[in-house]
Structure formats: C-alpha cells, structure tokens
C-alpha cells in the first residue's frame, strides 16, 4: 500500500462515513433550520428586510446549540474505538499505524462536520435575494459566518478527539469536555474572587470584565452579544492545531489496554488530581467566605472540606470505585493538601508585595483614577463582522482614560499610600463597610516608563480621606475622565434635560454650544464638596451626539451629567431661556409629603435600619409622622431634600407625585425652614 | 517463525505475563493452555502487535510487530468475542477488511461461503455467538494470514463444525504454511489439534512441549513383582514421573524409550508387565507434577 492509503484508508473512511454519517444528516438540518429557515420565518413580516450586523443576528444562539453538540458528539462516536475494549483490540490489531487510525478518525469527521456547515452557508448565499427573505447582508457576512462555525467546529471535535486520547471512558470524556468547555469562565472567576477576599486592592470587577468569554461554551452561547474577533478566531485555529498534534504524539505513547479506564496516561493522575482538589477547594472555599465574610473559620473550614471532596473525587473516578481507602491515602491526601495550600496561599501572601506596592511617581508614565474603569476598558476590539456597527457602541470609546499630568501623579500617589497604610475596610464584612458610610469605589492605573501596567481597586471612605481625596476629586484631569467631557466636545445632536416629572430637548444648535460650554464650566468649578454633596440633582441631562444618531440600532445616549443645584450659573441660563420652567419639579406635581423623624439606630431591628420605609412606619405607629400639603412647605422640602440615608437626627421624606410615584428623601433640620420646623413634630 | 523473547507485560501493578520466551516454527500449530488469568490473552495479544510489552520483544520471521503494518498485515487476530462494526453484515466486514489487509483474497472468501453456512447480507449483530465465531473465521480465514491468533476460538462451536475448522486448518497449514497460536482452557479440546502445546500459570509458561515427543516418551506401565525388593532396585535405573501402589500391582509413568523401559521390567520377571499409551490429559497431569505442580487447579 502506499502511504495515502494507509494515512486515507478507504475502508476505514467510508465506514465511518456508513456508521456516523447520521451526526452529519442532523448538523445539516439542525443549521438549515437555525439559519436559512429562520431568515424566512424570522423577522417581522410587515416591514422592509432588516438589515443585519452579522448572519448570528438572524437566530442568535439557536446555531451554536448544534455546533456545542454535534461536533462533540462526533468526537465521541469517532474515538469510541480507543475506549471500547472489542473495539480497540480490533483497530490496534489492523496492519495500520496509530497515525494512520487517527488520520481517518481526524478526517472522517472534519468531512462529517464541515461539509454540513459549507452547505448551509452555500443555502444562506443562495437565498439572500430570494422573496420572503426579512434579512439583507453581504457575501461577506455568509463567508465569516461559515469561517466562524468551521473553526468552532473542528475546535470542539478536535478538543473532543484529544481528550478522547487523554482518557479511556467515553462518558468521562463527553463530561471532561464540557468541564473544559466551561472551566475557564468558572475557575478564573474563582481565582479572581479568592484574590479579591485575600489581596487588598485587587481589581476585582476589573478582572471580572468579560471573563464569560473565556469559556468557548459561554461565549457561544452569548455570541451575539460579542461576535467573534479574528484574534479569537486565531487563537481558535492555534487551539485546533495544537490539539491535533497532541493527539498525534499522545496517541503513540497511549496503551490499547487502558480502554475502559479512567484514564489513559498514568502521568496525567496527579495532574487530574491536583486539578480537581484545587477546583473544589476554591469553589468551596471561596462559597463559605462568602457566605460568612470575614470569619476565617468558615473559609479554612471551606478550604479544608473541599480538599477532601476534590481528593476523594478524583481518586474514586480514577479507581473507578467509591472505595478508595487504604493506609497510604492520608498522607498522599496531605502532600496534595500542602502543595495546593501553598499554591493558593503564596500569590496572597506578603511576600508577593501585591498590598504595599504603589509605583515611584518617576517611574510612571500615565495615570488614570476614577470610578468608570470598566467603561473605558469595554468594546476595545473590533468583531470579525461588519465593523461600523460595534465601534460606537459606547459613549467612552475612543477617550483616552489616562494623563500624565505629574501634579495628578503626584495627588493619586498620595491616595494611593494612604489607602495602603491605613487599609479601611481590610478584613471587615464588605457588606458592613458598604452601608451606612460613604465610600468611592476607586480603580487606580498605573502605566509605568517600563510598559508595565499596575491596576488597584479600593472602596475609599470619605471619612478620614478628604484632603487626598479632595486633591485627586478637584483636579481637572479626574472630571475629564470621571465625567466624561470629551463627549461634549463631540458634534451633539440634542440635549434633553429632564427632572422625572417632565423633560425639555434643546435642539437650537447656538443653544447647544453655549449649555455644553456652561455645563463643562460647572463641572471643572465643582470643588470637593459639591462633588461629594447628596443633595439631589435638579434634573438629569441626556447627550445624544450626532454619530450615534446615525445609527439607531446601535448608537447611545449618554445619561451620565446631572444638574446640580450647586450649578449657579448654569441654573441662571436655563432660567433665563426659559428651559428652567419647563423642566423643574413644582409643588403642584406633588399630592403630599409625608415626614417623620429617623428613628435611632438602636429603635430598629439590625437588619431594617437603612429602610425608610420601616423608619417611616416606626414613626406612623408611634404617631409621630406628619403628612404635609401645604404648596409652600413642599416647595421647601424640594429645595432642601437630599438622597436618603439612614442619618440619626435628620428626616425621612417620602414625596407621592401625582403621576403616581413616589420617592423617598431625607430632609436635615439644619437646612429646614422655620415654617417648616414648626410643622414637625 | 515467531520469537518471543523475555517478554513481560504489566497492568496496573499486576504482572499478567511475566519473562516468558517461546519459539513457534512457521507450520506449527502452537496450543497455549492455562486456566482463567493466567495470562493467555495477554500474550496472545502482544503476539499480534496488540499490547506494546514492558519488556522482551515479539517478532515475526525477524520483523518487530508492533506498530509495523508489514508485519501485522499478515497476522491476523481473532478475539475470544469477535468484534464487528456496530450494524455491519459480514459482506460490509468483507468490504473493510479487503481494504485493510494487503493480502486479502475474495476468491478464497468464496470458496470459504461453502463451509459455513451464513448468510453474508445478514447483520452480526443478530447472528449467535456460534454463528459470529464462524463469521470471524471466514474473514480471519479471507485475509491469508501468514500467522493466526485465536483467543479461546472453539467456544460456542458445535462438533460439527468444530471438525469442520479444525480441517480448514489442518489444510492451511499444509497448504500454505500457516502457523497458529490457539489458546484454551480445556486441554481435550485442543490435543488432537495442536503439534506443540505451551501452559500458563500465573503469567509465566511452565511448560512448552511437541506433542509427538510427549507421546512417544511417556509411558503407563502395570506391574505386579515377584519381590517387593524389586521396587526399589528399579526406581534408580528409570527417570519415573509417578508411582502408585494398587495391591499388590504398582503403576509407573515413565519417561524414556519404549523398548528400554520394557527391558528394565523384565529384568525382574514381574507376574504382571503392561505398557499402556497414555491419553495427552494424563501426560500433562504427571509431567506438572514432576515439575512440582498441581494440575487441577491449573488446567481442566
């Protein structure tokens, strides 16, 4: 024979093909109905066709639920020969090689996968100018579509194929590799809130960003909402490649008599081992320290129950008996037990110096603080797709987060060692620390000279911070950032300004330049404490730029400037063209006000002493709340009414509108009214 | 030919066959005896290139087997439960194996549709164990193997076609040469069969023997002596495996010629002098013992 037929064998294909081809017959049908029948079922059938961002738009997940199943289920029925006993003595026993048996498995079911998606896609180009269809995109949409579900096909049958190779039980190996599939999204996670419990100032919801995509299963089934970029579907192909070639060299080194075992490769149990203790003490871990916060007998309880339950898992599933116990388990147990224990133990240590760090102000080069890290940092890349559609998509796109002002530096430094020498909150329940006081949630970047990146993440007090806070909060580098004013700069459609009860647009383009051109003013006059004053906005104003009003699908309205009752002379411009009047909340709007006093903390149950509603009620049974109509005094309680908190001394206010809502506030007796004092009880 | 030298394969901490080396010649139908685990598939499988051993080496007429499609393309392997493909008919095996097997030959899987009588459209999975045994024989046969594995292949098989195989063995190996391994546990069942017989007992061969040879150099002898004394001057002269009194007749199994073993009774004049053939069962039993073995246990 020559070596094609041995690498190709035709006997060997076209059985494959006799035995499986229904997987083939399912996936075709499965894709013919997910995207060619759906671009004629889909849609509303009373409006023009929709034009689409990309083929996934049409049916979001709905493909992706064939493409998670079918190639798995390929790689399962392809390398059952590797775990069936009969099966294995049969094919090992053929004058072929072991690369020639994985050549016709590999390529059996590329065949057996790819030619259905290449066919749908083929469908899907063929009906694009057909009647009926409530969908228009481009040749180029139905080739990226076929190249993304070509790649993620062949990456599950290839991730299937070689862990098929790694172990010897089919079952073990479908579950192992929907454990794969999600792992990375569940123990990064893990990982990452372990080293927020433990590290103080790691940037936890940082890290968090997007961590969904990690797991090639969670991203597909978001696909939609983050299409694929070719950097993905790079590191996709590599994966395959990698994968293969694994299996190539595993495959020589595998024994044909570990069919029917757990795994394939003795070497590969303390890893297995080792993997799933580490798995299950993080979960465990990490689920009683925060069901319990802050008590360090729970956690190393957690710590300790999960590296039991890993251990005796992973041993019972290797054995493959629930029987396990012998006189050398424990102190195999605590050999895993101390190494794990230091891995988890050691990237939170002191030694790491992670705590104490903060940069020396010459070796930065850019900084950037704030509280919308998360914003800046979204909707970087761009998708394989049509790209227009998702580079606009956020209202911080484009806007460079950081300065290199040295002054700014310098100020952020100066936070930043504070907050590492006094370390509020370390330690303490976050729920504690969260009610009740007044805290900024602070993402601290560092871009040093040597390209490094140094990310933090506080929940900083006001109480005890205000002079480093105040130096960092007054610089005009952290309102740019912090409230975006880039944006107003940006050629702007409309500007609506509204107070909930009613709303006014200003479209007048000289109108427009002289607000963005007062509110930008406001906001880099705001000292400290307006910025840090609870009083309640005036109104709240919403940007629509001119850009995202092009694109209606995808554009943005930007919510995030208010109108401060600090904002004089903003305040007199709005009155004076007459917008004021329109917008602002009256007494007339209100059917009543009711008031009490808050009661001490000490009145209420633990649990409810943040809720107004319970303060109020305290206070109702008591017969010590007052409901107030005057128009007069409820114009007072308008200007004066704050955000509630639960203050001891100050008033809870809960204002019903006519419209039927209602709100609560809090009212301070120093800034009260003699009128209105004498109301209150 | 086949070398087996220091062979030894372990799974999992269980030694299953342990240094074991052997000679099969090319015509030879090698019979490999031993009870349940005592390692038989285990060899019979690293024979045909199946299992890779920990140590020692397998080869065919000086070629390595495992991994080498020359020499594994004339071999061929025929489990104690035949495996086909799920769904397949014994055409479609016919069909994969013609593909696989260099040597396949459709005129010999003709003449061969005589013999058993099957129907190759019909689907395996529905056939008997009996009727999928003749199946694997008929493909098995099919390829023109150089070399023929069977683990436990009488299983299941009526006498009729038990003879029926066993012929179309007989006739390969005189016709083409053809060398095959047999395993068993039933020792009856393979002695009119094999030329050479091997047996396993706990992963090692204890013994490894032509049959021809055995047969013609053990013998049964019944005597009754005029002396008692005699007894005892004969046990030096003879190599005796066993010795059982009955009475006063004595029965020996003894190894050696014929003609010189009736030489040393005589001597004595004994009342009473039989030589006796012995049946293959028994030589086994007595030459187990001589090595310090119980049988029963081991075979039967």
């Keep these: ?681 | 030919m086949i070398e087996i030298r220091e062979v030894s394969k372990v799974f999992q901490d269980r030694k299953a066959v342990q240094g074991i080396s052997l000679t099969i010649h090319k015509g030879n139908i090698f019979g490999l005896l031993g009870s349940n685990g005592a390692g038989k598939t285990t060899l019979l499988k690293t024979i045909a290139g199946i299992y890779l051993p920990d140590a020692g080496s397998v080869r065919i007429d000086g070629k390595p087997v495992f991994e080498n499609p020359d020499s594994k393309g004339r071999i061929v392997f025929m489990p104690d439960f035949p495996y086909f493909f799920p769904q397949a008919s014994i055409l479609q095996m016919a069909d994969f194996y013609r593909s696989v097997y260099p040597r396949w030959s459709g005129e010999r899987f003709k003449e061969l549709g005589g013999l058993f009588s099957l129907d190759p459209r019909r689907k395996l999975n529905r056939l008997s164990k009996g009727m999928r045994q003749q199946a694997a024989f008929w493909l098995a046969l099919s390829c023109m193997p150089d070399v023929l594995i069977m683990d436990e292949p009488l299983d299941g098989l009526d006498p009729v076609m038990r003879r029926q195989i066993k012929n179309v063995l007989f006739q390969e190996v005189a016709e083409r040469g053809l060398t095959a391994v047999i395993s068993s546990h039933n020792l009856r069942e393979i002695e009119d069969l094999c030329d050479h017989v091997g047996i396993m007992h706990e992963g090692a061969l204890l013994i490894d023997k032509e049959l021809d040879e055995l047969k013609s150099d053990t013998h049964k002898v019944q005597v009754a002596f005029r002396d008692e004394r005699h007894e005892a001057a004969l046990s030096g002269k003879l190599q005796i495996l066993h010795r059982e009194r009955r009475g006063s007749v004595c029965l020996y199994i003894v190894k050696g010629d014929r003609e010189r073993i009736a030489d040393a009774f005589r001597v004595y004049n004994p009342y009473v002098l039989d030589l006796l053939p012995l049946t293959l069962e028994e030589i086994f039993i007595y030459e187990m013992e001589g090595a310090g073995y119980d049988i029963a246990p081991i075979l039967l």
């Excluded at chain 1, 759906?38 to 990309?54: E, H, I, S, Y």
């Design chain 1, 1 to 681: 024979m020559t070596s094609r037929q041995f690498y190709f064998n035709r006997g060997m294909i076209r059985q494959n093909l006799r035995q499986h081809s229904w997987i083939a017959a399912v996936y075709l049908l499965g894709l013919l109905f997910a995207l060619p029948l759906q671009m004629f079922l889909g849609g509303n059938p009373d409006t023009p066709p929709q034009k689409v961002k990309d083929l996934f738009f049409i049916s979001g997940s709905l493909p992706m639920l064939f493409t998670l199943s079918l190639p798995v289920a390929a790689g399962l029925l392809l390398f059952r020969y590797l775990q069936h006993k009969g099966a294995a003595d049969m094919a090992h026993s053929l004058p072929l090689r072991r690369q020639h048996l994985l050549t016709v498995q590999l390529f059996s079911g590329f065949i057996l996968l790819l030619v259905p998606v290449w066919l749908t896609a083929l469908a899907a180009g063929v009906v694009q100018s057909w009647d009926g269809n409530m969908f228009l995109y481009s040749g180029a949409d139905v080739w990226s579509w076929g190249a993304i579900v070509s790649v993620l096909t062949l990456f599950l049958f290839t991730l299937t194929a070689f862990v098929g190779i790694c172990l010897g039980l089919t079952v073990l190996q479908g579950i192992v590799v929907y454990i794969l599939l999600i792992l990375p999204a569940v123990l990064s996670q893990m990982v990452f809130y372990h080293l927020s419990i433990y590290l103080y100032g790691f940037p936890y919801q940082n890290s968090m960003r997007g961590i969904d995509y990690w797991s090639p299963f969670l991203h597909m089934m978001e696909i939609t909402s983050k299409p694929y970029t070719w950097g993905e579907l790079g590191i996709y192909a590599a994966l395959i490649v990698l994968f293969v070639l694994l299996s190539y060299l595993l495959y020589r080194k595998r024994h044909v008599e570990t069919a029917g075992q757990a795994m394939a490769f003795t070497y590969f149990n303390p890893l297995f081992k080792g993997g799933v203790m580490l798995s299950a003490m993080l979960i465990s871990g990490t689920y009683f320290a925060q069901m319990r916060p802050g008590l360090s007998g729970w956690s190393f309880t957690g710590f300790a129950l999960g590296a039991v339950i890993g251990y005796a898992g992973a041993e019972m599933v290797i054995r493959k008996s629930w029987q396990i116990l012998n006189r050398k388990l424990p102190l195999r147990f605590a050999g895993y037990a101390v190494v794990l224990g230091l891995l988890l133990y050691l990237p939170v240590s002191p030694l790491t110096g992670f705590e104490t760090r903060v940069p020396a102000a010459d070796k930065v080069a850019r900084i950037y603080a704030g509280s919308n890290y998360q914003a800046y940092t979204d909707s970087q890349s761009a998708p394989v797709s049509n790209v227009d559609y998702y580079t606009i998509g956020s209202p911080y796109k484009g806007v460079d987060p950081f300065s290199s002002d040295s002054a700014y530096i310098t100020n952020v430094r100066k936070l930043h060692e504070a907050l590492v020498q006094v370390r509020p909150g370390d330690g303490e329940d976050r729920y504690k620390v969260y009610t009740g006081r007044k805290l900024f949630g602070y993402t601290l970047v560092y871009e040093l000279k040597d390209g490094h990146k140094i990310t933090r993440q506080y929940n900083v007090p006001q109480a005890g911070f205000e002079p480093e806070l105040k130096a960092v909060m007054e610089s005009p580098e952290f309102k740019r950032t912090e409230y975006l004013l880039p944006l107003l700069d940006k050629p702007i459609s409309n500007i609506q300004v509204s107070s909930g009860v009613r709303s006014v647009t200003i479209s007048d383009p000289a109108d427009i330049a002289a607000f963005k051109e007062l509110l930008k003013k406001e906001i880099l006059n705001m000292s400290f404490e307006d910025q840090t004053d609870d009083a309640v906005p005036l109104a709240t104003i919403r940007v629509a730029t001119e850009e995202s009003m092009k694109h209606p699908y995808s554009g943005y309205l930007f919510e995030g400037y208010n109108w401060k009752p600090s904002f004089h002379e903003l305040g007199a411009w709005l009155e004076q063209k007459g917008y004021a009047e329109k917008v602002k909340i009256k007494a007339d709007d209100l059917l009543s006000v009711e008031v009490a006093k808050q009661s001490g903390e000490d009145v209420l149950p633990k649990g409810v002493n943040y809720d107004p509603e319970a303060h109020l009620r305290f206070a109702r049974e008591k017969g010590r709340s007052v409901i107030v109509k005057d128009k007069a005094r409820i114009d007072d309680i308008l200007k004066i009414r704050r955000s509630y908190s639960a203050e001891k001394g100050s008033y809870v206010a809960l204002l019903k509108f006519k419209s039927g809502n209602s709100d609560f506030f809090r009212l301070d007796a120093s800034e009260m009214t003699p009128e209105l004092k004498g109301l209150l009880p």
